[in-house]
């Protein structure tokens, strides 16, 4: 399981985000509420370092969306980039 997919489910208390809620399909869309994201967002920041802006938020819409931008966020930071 991804880690977003994992922290969708840890927020939500389901499994509906690993089992059928793909990775291109829009999560307010699919039900997931406001609160919830920024709660996710909350938890990529803690969990994993990486800073995500309210500008970066308006930007990720997918579970796809996320695991990309954790994954160059935190590939640039181990690069030592800013």
């Known amino acids: 399981m991804s880690l977003i997919r994992s922290m ?30 920024v709660r996710l967002v909350l938890l990529i920041e803690q969990r994993t370092g990486v800073e995500v802006t309210a500008e970066d938020m308006e930007k990720l819409a997918t579970i796809g969306d996320y695991e990309r931008f954790v994954e160059e966020r935190s590939a640039v930071q181990q690069s030592g980039g800013a």
Request: no cysteine; aromatic share 4%; hydrophobic share 35%.
């Open 8 to 37: 969708l489910v840890e927020l939500t208390g389901t499994s509906e985000y690993t089992d059928g809620i793909g990775d291109d399909v829009d999560l307010a869309a699919s039900g997931i509420d406001s609160g919830d994201l």
